[in-house]
């Protein structure tokens, strides 16, 4: 199966874009699944309130895990991990127009009203996937890179 693959299944199972994307990633990167998806379990939906898409936080939690600072006198690190974060962003607007996931949904999904629209369209499987699906692709291109 591939990431992507796995990504969307684990969608599918009920976990959130953030932990879709993490927790495809998670094990190679020597960290396991459900610690991962514990950690990732709060960045869904964009912090739970239409922020930062949770298919963008959970790839940034990925590339932290393979380019990230552990120690905090290191800022040659820590200026490339930055840098790293922007560039994902960077592909993942180009290709969306943005990293937001109520402006990627068109609804505040913090609202009732809003939650009920995006389950109506049934956008967490038309669109959200497809968000999961493009974050995948952009990571694995870069975890080739970096």
């Given at each position: 199966?591939?990431?992507?693959?796995?990504?969307?299944?684990y969608?599918?199972?009920g976990?959130?874009?953030?932990?879709?994307?993490?927790?495809?990633?998670?094990?190679?990167?020597?960290?396991?699944?459900?610690?991962?998806?514990?950690?990732?379990?709060?960045?869904?939906?964009?912090?739970?309130?239409?922020?930062?898409?949770?298919?963008?936080?959970?790839a940034?939690?990925?590339l932290?895990?393979?380019?990230?600072?552990?120690?905090?006198?290191?800022?040659?690190?820590?200026?490339?991990?930055?840098?790293?974060?922007?560039?994902?962003?960077?592909?993942?607007?180009?290709?969306h127009?943005?990293?937001?996931?109520?402006?990627?949904?068109?609804?505040?999904?913090?609202?009732?009203?809003?939650?009920?629209?995006?389950?109506?369209?049934?956008?967490?499987?038309?669109?959200?996937?497809?968000?999961?699906?493009?974050?995948?692709?952009?990571?694995?291109?870069?975890?080739?890179?970096?």
């Open positions: 199966m591939s990431k992507k693959e796995k990504a969307v299944s969608h599918i199972e976990y959130n874009c953030s932990q879709a994307v993490f927790g495809a990633f998670c094990e190679e990167q020597g960290l396991e699944k459900d610690i991962a998806m514990k950690i990732a379990s709060g960045f869904g939906g964009g912090m739970r309130c239409g922020e930062v898409c949770g298919a963008v936080t959970g940034l939690m990925v932290g895990l393979e380019n990230g600072q552990a120690i905090g006198s290191d800022q040659e690190t820590k200026k490339k991990m930055n840098t790293i974060a922007a560039e994902f962003q960077k592909h993942f607007k180009e290709k127009g943005t990293n937001i996931c109520k402006e990627l949904l068109g609804y505040e999904i913090h609202t009732k009203e809003g939650m009920i629209q995006v389950q109506q369209k049934g956008l967490s499987r038309s669109l959200c996937d497809r968000l999961i699906e493009d974050a995948v692709e952009i990571l694995e291109v870069m975890l080739e890179c970096y």
